[in-house]
């Protein structure tokens, strides 16, 4: 049988988690997020060239003589072209529209719109609002179920710092996901979604599922191995449910990896920031969550000595 | 608890018949996954035994518009102006109109147009699937289409020039000399019909000697005053002005109406002239426009309708106006008798039609050169009406057709790749096990996809992501069951016992996580935008079957199987004990 002595590095885990959660913590609050479009109002077009694909300087000086001055172009696939600007009315699209086909068009070289989004401050002050509610809410209902499901548990932990360390985990991953996209925001211009509040909420979900899996079993071994050491039952507990925890976190990961890689750029970033959250949820629940317990523990009864 | 309590004695009977409901549900779910199999079967059948059994629906599944292309508009109506009691209607009523033009003028089969109502705004969500010119839909949907009845301007633009009301009074000074040398003429004993071939300068009634036609008091009062005062045949002593020249005029005859006027039955007089063009200040300067506005518009279309014209065959738009419209319609083409009133559609002519006699009984054509599409379109526009209350579009997301379909073969070519991938892992680590996770894996997802087609899930993107995530979620169940059964076949367990434990161990692990999974949806699919709801209805139903393949089907073909090996079995089993089975054997 599987016997890692997890427990007894405690410190190290603690550390280097509260190391990762601090630099992505500054990670965000120093670059911050880039928000996309659908947090921030704007407009978003997809053109590819038949043929012949104009350079980036080309597009940029046909959308600056039509006072598109913040327009940012992208290279998208061989072919193609990102825009974005501000937000744009349907006769300010077709104008830029026009123009760039009177531009680069011949008849061998048609230019075809793929896609076109344009958000109004109203909408994306919406779709703003209601992510925070739901990132509240999401949190709120894990909260309380937590507290539900290990309501019968209470020695030798009271079963809200188990809820309590199952947040503790979340917030981990939670951070991660954003450190790592905040990085990629300055370094590669990745913008943050509604797909990856999405994503963000799903993390949740699973860093939570892991987490339980964790503490349901030591639970488990809590109500027939009373006797035992704490900290041993708890390690004891993370080496039972270790394989499964990998596995698990394997299989969700393989079809994520095949939506990273052959689903096609609209889901590229949304399957990129489930992979991170939950990887970082199988970890942090082993890493963090359990020592964290047990470290729970030893205060409880530091105290009463 | 639940489980605990199915464990307990099944008879090999019931465990067959179980196991043969679960094929049952497997085959019908498939069937109705991929009905042309199934269709074709069902009609092989019919044929033979000749016996009327229906086919399945052979619908595909509903996919979303990022993945058969199409538009995504979100309108604001701007409220300001009408009481709060009165909101919630005239947006529905915007929702209506934008409803009628987009099925009726778009021809859109499926158009979604819903109202939503966030904080104090009213919104219109117009999901336009299929659609590949979208700006034209934009304008379809967010401009009245405005017909209006315009009259010809007589107000120049600016007062004349010293020097152009020079050139107009020297003109209007040969214009009364000509005038007073056909005067003179006519009254030295010319015949009138040479008066009027050698001075009338009015091509259409020079080429009739002169005749004008039948005349009321509306256009030509002056001659209508004259020609009361004085008999058939009686040729004007004097000349007479009217609102565009110098007129000598004879009268031909006089005829009745039907409408009665102060003095007994009004007339119309049969009038002819010879006409001396005098210029007016708007024949040197143009009006600003060459027309003007009447104020008649379709706002006072009661209906129209697209007829034929019964000589010509033409197509055009018959329009019946209102009780308001039928007097403005009526006073405006007693003003225009003889000169054209021009219909303007969306600011543009598209018919101008000569006043040929007043319209009294509120009834017009348009005879433009409609095709029949064309004068349907118009017709349904101006019937489907105004917009209660303007709209904006504040939001707008189009897909292409060929990047939709792109998005639907790579999402479908990530989804097989993950399952095929998860599949021969689970093989490869848990082996016998492993396949009938497989087994159970390949039944959810059909399961699933039926469900989907069943209830009508729209699959976008995003749903299909989710559908993808939730294949891991299927099998964390299956995982934890084995994991405990490797435990169970470590600590010396039977296969069969190791397995009811395994299963009943794994249950509250499986519970919580799956009902914490569906929290995280159930907040989703409130949140409640497109790509949000796709992921987390198809998430959330992938749980609730996963729940049901993992745990029910799983067992079940366990139970059936595992009697086949060995009490304590073989190496098929991870965490078989090759020691134990010799000390355990007995």
């Not at chain 1, 039952?233 to 925890?245: A, D, E, H, P």
């Not at chain 2, 006409?275 to 027309?291: G, L, R, Y």
């Not at chain 2, 790579?410 to 093989?427: E, N, Q, R, T, W």
Request: aromatic share 8%; net charge neutral; charged share 20%.
């Amino acid at each position: 049988m599987i016997n890692i002595p997890f427990i007894k590095y405690t410190k190290v885990w603690i550390v280097i988690s509260a190391l990762t959660v601090i630099t992505c913590i500054i990670l965000f609050v120093t670059l911050g997020l880039k928000l996309g479009i659908d947090f921030t109002g704007g407009s978003l077009m997809e053109l590819t060239f038949s043929k012949n694909v104009p350079n980036i300087e080309q597009m940029q000086k046909v959308l600056g003589d039509l006072h598109q001055k913040n327009a940012v172009v992208q290279k998208l696939g061989d072919n193609g072209y990102i825009i974005r600007t501000e937000f744009l009315n349907e006769d300010q699209h077709q104008f830029i529209l026009s123009n760039l086909r009177a531009e680069f068009e011949s008849s061998d070289n048609q230019i075809h719109e793929e896609n076109f989004q344009t958000i109004g401050s109203a909408i994306s002050t919406q779709l703003r609002e209601r992510a925070i509610w739901a990132i509240v809410l999401v949190n709120l209902g894990i909260i309380i179920y937590v507290a539900y499901a290990f309501r019968g548990v209470s020695r030798p932990v009271a079963s809200w710092k188990y809820g309590f360390l199952v947040i503790v985990a979340l917030i981990h991953d939670i951070m991660l996901v954003v450190g790592i996209f905040a990085l990629l925001g300055h370094f590669k211009g990745v913008e943050v979604d509604i797909g990856f509040v999405v994503a963000l909420l799903t993390v949740l979900g699973y860093s939570v599922t892991d987490t339980i899996v964790v503490y349901d079993r030591i639970r488990e071994n809590l109500t027939h191995h009373s006797a035992q050491n704490f900290a041993e039952m708890v390690n004891m507990g993370l080496n039972q449910t270790l394989m499964r925890s990998l596995n698990t976190t394997f299989i969700t990961l393989l079809p994520l990896f095949a939506l990273y890689f052959l689903g096609g750029s609209t889901v590229h970033n949304f399957a990129l920031a489930l992979i991170i959250g939950i990887a970082s949820g199988a970890y942090s629940s082993v890493f963090i969550a359990s020592p964290l317990l047990v470290l729970a523990q030893n205060w409880h009864f530091g105290k009463k000595a | 608890m639940a489980v605990r309590h199915q464990t307990k004695s099944i008879s090999r009977e019931q465990l067959k018949w179980r196991v043969f409901s679960i094929f049952l549900l497997t085959v019908f779910c498939l069937l109705l996954v991929f009905p042309i199999y199934a269709n074709k079967g069902i009609d092989w059948v019919n044929k033979k035994a000749n016996v009327g059994l229906p086919n399945f629906p052979a619908s595909g599944f509903n996919l979303g518009l990022d993945l058969q292309g199409g538009a995504h508009l979100i309108y604001q109506a701007n409220v300001e102006s009408i009481p709060d009691s009165d909101r919630t209607a005239s947006v529905e009523g915007v929702r209506d109109v934008i409803e009628r033009r987009v099925r009726g003028g778009l021809g859109v089969s499926e158009p979604l147009v819903q109202t939503t109502k966030v904080n104090n705004d009213y919104r219109i969500i117009v999901e336009l699937p299929g659609i590949t010119d979208v700006n034209t839909a934009i304008k379809m949907i967010g401009e009245t289409p405005i017909l209006e009845f315009k009259e010809e301007d007589d107000k120049p633009l600016r007062p004349l020039t010293a020097e152009e009301t020079k050139e107009m009074n020297d003109f209007n000074a040969k214009a009364q000399t000509k005038a007073q040398a056909a005067l003179l003429a006519i009254n030295g004993g010319m015949e009138f019909a040479a008066g009027v071939a050698e001075y009338s300068e009015e091509e259409r009634s020079k080429a009739n000697a002169g005749v004008l036609g039948l005349i009321d008091d509306s256009i030509f009062p002056e001659f209508y005053k004259w020609a009361s005062d004085h008999a058939d045949g009686e040729v004007s002593k004097e000349l007479i002005k009217s609102f565009d020249g110098l007129n000598i005029i004879k009268r031909i005859s006089v005829q009745d109406t039907e409408q009665q006027s102060a003095s007994g039955t009004k007339k119309i007089y049969q009038i002819a002239r010879i006409f001396i063009k005098v210029k007016q200040p708007i024949d040197i300067v143009p009006p600003a426009e060459q027309w003007k506005t009447t104020g008649l518009s379709g706002k006072q279309l009661k209906k129209t309708l697209v007829t034929q014209d019964s000589r010509t065959g033409q197509v055009q738009v018959s329009l019946q106006f209102g009780d308001e419209g039928t007097q403005m319609f009526a006073d405006i083409t007693k003003r225009s008798v003889g000169k054209p009133i021009a219909i303007f559609l969306d600011g543009s002519p598209i018919s101008v039609p000569v006043v040929n006699e007043p319209i009294l009984n509120g009834s017009a054509v348009i005879s433009g050169s409609f095709s029949l599409q064309d004068a349907k379109l118009l017709s349904q526009r101006l019937n489907s009406g105004a917009l209660p209350v303007p709209v904006d579009l504040i939001s707008q997301q189009k897909v292409g057709a060929t990047l939709g379909a792109d998005s639907l073969a790579k999402s479908f070519k990530a989804g097989l790749a993950g399952l095929i991938a998860v599949i021969i892992f689970m093989i490869l680590y848990y082996r016998l096990p492993g396949i009938l996770a497989g087994v159970a894996l390949v039944i959810y997802a059909s399961v699933a996809l039926a469900i989907f087609k069943l209830i009508g899930v729209t699959l976008t993107l995003s749903g299909i992501a989710g559908f993808i995530l939730s294949i891991g979620v299927a099998v964390d169940a299956n995982i934890l069951v084995f994991e405990r059964l490797k435990e169970e076949l470590k600590s010396g367990k039977t296969l069969r016992s190791g397995m009811e434990e395994a299963f009943v161990r794994a249950w509250p692990s499986i519970r919580d996580s799956n009902v914490s999974a569906l929290i995280s949806c159930a907040c989703l699919i409130w949140f409640g935008t497109g790509f949000v709801k796709g992921f987390a209805v198809t998430l959330a139903i992938g749980v609730l079957v996963s729940m049901f393949t993992a745990i029910i089907v799983t067992r079940t073909i366990m139970r059936l199987v595992l009697p086949w090996f060995k009490e304590n079995g073989n190496w098929a089993f991870l965490g078989h004990q090759k020691k134990s089975v010799e000390s355990q054997a007995k």
